[in-house]
């Protein structure tokens, strides 16, 4: 038993209806962009920050503690990966690989630090030189 539509075409969408479609889809999309835009750039920043307060400064820590003392500045954080020939005890590696930040730079690194007495560490950021959008180990954002 056929059924039949009442009067309607079942062939498609009509150009209005498509057109109408088009022009939500548009408005919610001009309403989400702005909101999503920054967001990319706040994450890698959150990404650095963990890097920065925790992993690469629990790699850190564990090195000091089987070691003594934190690598030196010419050392660098390769010693986290390969022991340097002043390591007493080394135990690593103490990261599987070199830590470059979410911008694809390598992170900074100092000890003594500057800023704190056992070691600075730190990225340059977006911009890749020293900068207001540094995200460093020495300041609390």
């Known amino acids: 038993m056929a059924h039949k539509r009442s009067g309607l075409s079942a062939k498609g969408f009509t150009l209005v209806e498509l057109m109408l479609v088009v022009i939500i889809i548009s408005v919610l ?3 989400m962009v702005p909101r999503i835009a920054g967001r990319s750039e706040e994450a890698r ?3 650095a920050r963990a890097d920065i307060d925790m992993n690469v400064a629990t790699a850190l820590k564990l ?7 934190y690598p030196t500045t010419e050392e660098g954080l390769n010693a986290l990966q390969n022991a340097p020939p002043s390591a007493k005890n080394w135990k690593g590696p103490y990261l599987e690989k ?3 930040d979410p911008w694809s730079g390598t992170y900074q690194y100092k000890s003594p630090g500057t800023h704190r007495k056992d ?6 950021g ?3 030189v020293e900068s207001a959008d540094d995200v460093v180990n020495w300041e609390t954002k």
């Open 63 to 69: 090195y000091e503690l089987d070691n003594g003392a």
């Open 126 to 128: 977006k911009d890749g």
């Open 29 to 31: 999309v001009a309403m």
């Open 45 to 47: 920043i959150a990404v």
């Open 98 to 100: 070199k830590p470059t």
């Open 119 to 124: 070691y600075d560490l730190y990225s340059f």
